[in-house]
């Protein structure tokens, strides 16, 4: 992993380590972090919670630098390093003195913040992510180095797994369950349907053992997938 890193980040580029090349490239882009892979190119902007966000929020940066990444990176994130905290008055709660704190925090509210990262997200096209501190931030540009990297992504794309009612279900339910991914087909149609045909209405169209040649099944688990839907006239 080799992930070009700002000049202005050298405390971010040293956290990675070897894994981080300071360029000027990054900059270009509207970010202080590039990733670069065959999906495309994901450009990563880090702000310090409170303070530097809501200067680059005042002085236009933050503006400037988030039309950056949605005009040239094919993905984008903008990361809070840190979490916002709040006074009773709905104010921004920051370290600065009283009067620095009124003359250039006070109007940043708990409803600003909402309305500057929802325009981070649905009118700027960035994601917005918070981590806890620089070290999360570079846990983060790792897990995502991997995440851009792999060409597979199952993990909101899993059925859930049938359930029986004493634990491990039986075949009239793992049945019953296939039916449920159906459109339209909740548990009592799944059970009428297989009260009335005795067993569920599908089968598979190739052999046990066409299905053990299919690479990763193994003839244990081919044997298991096939009890099944198993042809008609057979008895599992």
């Not at 649905?122 to 981590?131: D, N, P, Q, S």
């Not at 859930?160 to 159906?182: C, R, S, V, Y």
Request: net charge neutral; glycine share 10%.
């Amino acid at each position: 992993m080799r992930i070009p890193i700002s000049p202005t980040e050298r405390e971010l580029a040293k956290c990675l380590g070897e894994e981080g090349i300071v360029s000027s490239v990054p900059e270009e882009f509207g970010a202080d972090a590039l990733v670069v892979s065959a999906q495309g190119i994901l450009g990563i902007q880090r702000k310090e919670l409170p303070h530097d966000f809501l200067i680059s929020v005042q002085d236009g940066r933050l503006g400037k630098e988030t039309t950056l990444l949605r005009e040239k990176c094919d993905f984008a994130i903008v990361v809070g390093e840190g979490h916002f905290r709040y006074y009773p008055d709905g104010s921004v709660a920051t370290k600065a003195p009283r009067e620095v704190h009124n003359k250039v925090y006070r109007r940043f509210t708990r409803g600003s913040i909402q309305k500057i990262i929802m325009e981070i997200c649905m009118v700027k096209g960035c994601m917005y992510l918070e981590t806890d501190d620089i070290l999360d931030t570079v846990r983060l540009i790792r897990t995502t180095f991997e995440f851009m990297n792999s060409t597979i992504h199952v993990g909101l794309s899993r059925m859930p797994k049938t359930k029986g009612a004493w634990g491990t279900p039986t075949i009239p339910e793992l049945q019953m369950g296939i039916l449920q991914a159906f459109p339209g087909i909740g548990p009592g149609l799944a059970q009428a349907i297989y009260n009335h045909f005795g067993r569920t209405p599908l089968m598979w169209t190739c052999t046990v053992d066409e299905l053990n040649n299919v690479p990763k099944i193994g003839a244990n688990r081919a044997w298991k997938l096939y009890q099944c839907l198993p042809p008609i006239g057979i008895n599992l």
